[in-house]
């Protein structure tokens, strides 16, 4: 056989194999060239999940006859002004899409350029281009294509149905939406219109969170902080749920680098370091971070999908989100999710299914008189019976201010009126009620102060009688070699023990009698993979935790009210005091508004 | 089968016994005893299939048979028949039920057949000797809380036991450590042990066992091979596999050359740290002695909690010198110092301490303690 050239069909294909391998990706193409043409509103149409029909039309800047013609050339591109690779502003940039979409379907892009007073249509079809034709068109662009891989049946197969693709085509969508709140896009699947989004106001922080807001869920906008953070031309912004408002997978976690959303490992492996304390191993927390950076800093040309970035610094670039979501809950501090006691508030109302309904709302089930409905607001109804009869046990704390303390109104948890079931503290701030866990507070505070030891003196360390030999791979064994300092502070003693194995000679303390062969294998994996000693850090953290778990106030004990003031002075002064270790809420607040509702004062 | 035991004879039986059954199993065979009825005897058995008990009791057997039932279920019943009561086991024909009445109490128990319980193989068992219980006991305190517990170090997971010539004595040496902490003691080679193979005897077996010889003053056979161990004692049979792995060349790590040395009364010293490890809550649990001339300075201190020192008298007349402990590990030692003073040979802090008892010095248990930095 001889070696000869492919055909530029067949190369075109081979191209549009990584470049659209799903529906989602030409949407995902197509909303990106229109948002680089400078779109105000950009319009999605799909038919049967993109199979039948994708159409994208915008108002963006629009092509001349001329370069209709080129557009569909492999290679062509406006978007590389000054052929240079190092400064890649647009979305996009490798001139591919187009010829790609164009080789495994029927497409067709009308287009009429800004203040130009024809419009122009081209067609292709299986690789095919018919003659520039005059159309009617606005001032922008439409691209539509039909019948996608048709000329591929093999990638036909291989899709799923159409809700599963045109859900996946809505997120590409989304998620571009989210990054150019100033567009306004929508977006519709066989005629019924499933996103509508204007264009953003002028202000970009309050356009963005509106956005956020309309994608992400009220929710999310409610109880998420905005994160703000440079460092050295890295900037850093967006919002961060609170980690008790968090999801069984990280889908909800939206990054986007110089507006550009991706899925990069290093940065969600950020995120994750930067929620490790507050919440549960299996959770992920929700967040939409904008990381703004030379494109000079930058590699998006890694993947022809662009969703993969490597970034010049990337120590700078962990360590940037690692702290700013940090510093951003911990400056939350005690925040505990609202939506935590709105489902408590939900599980109060009334009428919400009591077995009770048979008056129209005569006795108003928290009468006091009339029997307590049956089911979840029994506690609170045995304990508002309390409240109303003897009041001399409940009242006195309040009535000599001296001795009680806290006045409600001087502190953000309150003053502690009383303890029900000696589990929960009941505190009264400016304007609502707080229920504090004790359990799950103090742990959290013992937790605190454990780490904080450890930090400060650096761990206790046993000295192993029979030191360890863990066997590694070369590199590994560097790596570890180059912690060995660091290791050492927090209480690993290692030294390279030929080139290819390590000796533990001392391990922490706090870890009693460990497993080192897993412990030192896991932080060389997570040395390879972060360059940072998280796992150490983390068990470490987890000793911490189960210590704390043991040697703090359990569930039962009673507590005098000096006790409890100062647990809650205590959680204000902590840092993540509004979770405890396990990522458990520590308190919820009530606020009186809501009380008032419950009882129809409203 | 249709056997009748008195109860208190059929509890204890079964109380050995059942404590071999793991709570959860995956085999529901493995959760029951085989019941063997004949010729006047009731044998009980059951198996992890790493550790096998059988205990045989007196009985009166009209019709001899045999079958399984759960363990724990049948151990609770009987646990909660009347004292004195006579225990009338009785198998239907079919042998689907097993029916136990005591008094006018009734309970029918499902069995399992017979045949699918595990037989453990023990293999031919070359080597034999007799230990009196109390010097078997000895062996197991003064070793067996140095065990590792953790999993991944298999090898440390046992009693290391096995022969050895020191001078001119033949010594049988039993050797436990955790890589943090090591134990051994040793006793004169009693007759048959000559040429035994070293061997590591699991957890569980040494519990078992220690169970079994438990206030007793019989003599209990060992039988071994290189896999498995037998002991024989009264009417009980124990076998055990043995871990098969290597454990490491102990000697090594006892240092020959400590030259300070303290003398300290094991009960004010164990008391003494005590104390003042309780204000160290975190579980580090580290003390601090700080040795001088005819003093020692114990001290500790936590986090939130505050500091601990308490003075003591010892015996030592070498360099002042600080070296720090894990509370835990001196108290587990100085637990197994029977005499009335326990001696220190130390070097550095940063190097193997030796602990003994002083009433035996040369031979009977020798500890060795890895400090801790602090």
């Known amino acids: 056989m001889t070696i000869r050239r492919l055909p530029e069909s067949v190369v075109n294909r081979i191209a549009a194999g990584e470049v659209v391998e799903r529906p989602a990706a030409v949407v995902k193409e197509l909303v990106e060239n229109a948002i680089d043409a400078g779109a105000a509103r950009i319009e999605i149409v799909l038919r049967e999940g993109g199979r039948a029909m994708i159409a994208v039309g915008d108002d963006g800047c629009g092509m001349e006859r001329a370069e209709l013609a080129l557009a569909i050339e492999r290679h062509a591109t406006s978007k590389l002004p000054d052929e240079d690779l190092r400064h890649i502003a647009t979305l996009g940039f490798r001139g591919e899409a187009l010829p790609s979409i164009g080789a495994v379907g029927r497409m067709s892009i009308s287009s009429r350029k800004r203040g130009a007073d024809s419009a122009w249509r081209i067609a292709v079809e299986g690789g095919t281009v018919s003659e ?124 986007f680098v110089n507006g550009r959303p991706v899925r990069d490992k290093l940065v969600h492996g950020a995120v994750r370091a930067g929620y490790r304390d507050v919440l549960a191993h299996d959770r992920h927390p929700m967040v939409a971070l904008f990381l703004e950076i030379d494109p000079e800093e930058v590699d998006v040309n890694v993947h022809p999908a662009k969703t993969e970035v490597r970034f010049r610094d990337a120590g700078l670039v962990r360590g940037l989100i690692v702290g700013a979501l940090k510093h951003a809950l911990a400056g939350a501090g005690h925040r505990a999710s609202s939506t935590v006691g709105v489902a408590a508030l939900g599980a109060l109302r009334p009428g919400s299914g009591l077995p009770y309904s048979s008056g129209p709302y005569s006795g108003g089930s928290y009468s006091g008189h009339g029997a307590p409905p049956s089911h979840a607001p029994r506690g609170l109804a045995e304990e508002a019976a309390q409240f109303q009869s003897p009041f001399s046990d409940l009242a006195r704390p309040s ?82 070699a180059a912690r060995a300092a660091d290791l050492a502070r927090l209480g690993l003693v290692i030294e390279a023990f030929g080139p290819g194995a390590v000796v533990v000679r001392e391990t922490p303390a706090l870890l009693g009698e460990a497993d080192v062969q897993g412990l030192v294998r896991d932080l060389a994996d997570e040395l390879a993979e972060l360059g940072e000693s998280l796992a150490l850090d983390a068990r470490l953290d987890q000793v911490c935790g189960t210590m704390a778990c043991h040697g703090s106030v359990r569930a039962g004990r009673r507590l005098a009210l000096s006790e409890m003031d100062a647990l809650l002075r205590q959680m204000e002064a902590t840092p993540l005091s509004g979770q405890c270790s396990h990522g458990r809420p520590t308190y919820v607040e009530l606020k009186l508004a809501d009380i008032e509702r419950l009882f129809g004062r409203r | 089968m249709k056997v009748t035991i008195e109860r208190a004879t059929l509890l204890k039986a079964l109380a050995h016994v059942q404590s071999v059954v793991e709570r959860r199993n995956t085999i529901p065979i493995l959760s029951n005893v085989l019941i063997e009825a004949k010729g006047g005897r009731l044998a009980l058995s059951a198996t992890d299939m790493d550790l096998a008990i059988r205990e045989e009791v007196a009985a009166e057997v009209a019709v001899p048979a045999s079958t399984t039932a759960a363990a724990h279920t049948l151990y609770d019943i009987v646990r909660k028949l009347p004292e004195g009561s006579q225990v009338a086991l009785e198998l239907a024909a079919g042998g689907g039920q097993l029916t136990l009445r005591a008094g006018r109490a009734r309970f029918s128990l499902s069995c399992l057949p017979v045949d699918e319980f595990p037989v453990m193989s023990a293999g031919d068992l070359p080597h034999e000797f007799a230990l009196d219980a109390g010097a078997l006991r000895d062996l197991i305190d003064h070793t067996r809380f140095a065990i590792s517990t953790e999993e991944t170090r298999y090898y440390l997971n046992g009693i290391h036991l096995h022969a050895t010539k020191v001078g001119r004595a033949e010594l049988l040496r039993a050797v436990a450590t955790d890589g943090h902490r090591l134990a051994r003691f040793q006793m004169p080679l009693p007759e048959g042990g000559a040429g035994i193979p070293a061997v590591i005897v699991p957890r569980k077996a040494i519990a078992e066992v220690r169970k079994l010889v438990e206030d007793s003053a019989e003599s209990v056979r060992v039988a071994l091979s290189e896999t498995r161990i037998r002991f024989t004692f009264e009417s009980v049979v124990l076998t055990s596999k043995l871990i098969d792995g290597t454990f490491p060349d102990y000697e090594r790590v006892i240092p020959t050359d400590n030259d300070k040395i303290m003398q300290v009364d094991n009960k004010i010293f164990a008391e003494a740290v005590d104390r003042v490890s309780t204000i160290s809550k975190d579980q580090s649990r580290a003390v601090k002695l700080v040795l001088s001339r005819g003093s020692l300075v114990l001290s500790a201190s936590g986090q939130d909690t505050g500091s601990a020192t308490e003075e003591i008298e010892v015996d030592y007349a070498g360099d002042g010198i600080e070296i720090g402990f894990n509370a835990r590990y001196l108290l587990d030692i100085a637990s197994q110092i029977r005499g009335e003073r326990a001696k220190f040979v130390m070097s550095d802090a940063a190097s193997p301490t030796i602990v003994r008892d002083s009433s035996d010095d040369g031979d009977g248990s020798l500890y060795v303690l890895m400090p801790m930095r602090v």
């Open chain 1, 399 to 480: 009535a000599p201010p001296a001795e009680g303390g806290a006045e409600a109104r001087d502190f953000p948890l309150g003053a502690a009126r009383a303890q029900l079931h000696e589990t929960y503290i009941v505190a009264q701030t400016a304007d609502g009620v707080v229920i504090v866990d004790q359990h799950a507070a103090h742990e959290r505070l013992t937790h605190e102060r454990l780490k904080l030891a450890m930090h400060a003196g650096g761990a206790a360390r046993q000295i192993l009688l029979i030191p360890e030999v863990v066997e590694l791979d070369g590199p590994s064994v560097g790596r570890l």
């Open chain 1, 132 to 255: 520039p034709a005059p159309a009617a068109q606005q001032a922008g662009t439409r691209v539509e294509v039909r019948d996608l891989f048709y000329a591929t049946p093999a990638r036909l197969k291989f899709l799923k149905t159409e809700r599963t693709e045109a859900q996946h085509a809505l997120e590409a969508v989304e998620r571009l939406a989210m990054a150019h709140p100033e567009i306004g896009f929508s977006f519709s699947d066989d005629g019924r219109t499933v996103l509508q989004l204007t264009p953003g106001a002028d202000d970009l922080f309050e356009a963005r969170h509106a956005r956020l807001a309309a994608i992400m869920g009220r929710d999310f906008a409610d109880n998420s902080v905005a994160i703000e953070a440079a460092r050295e031309g890295v900037r850093l912004t967006g919002r961060a749920g609170l980690p008790t408002l968090n999801r069984a997978t990280a889908r909800a976690q939206y990054l």
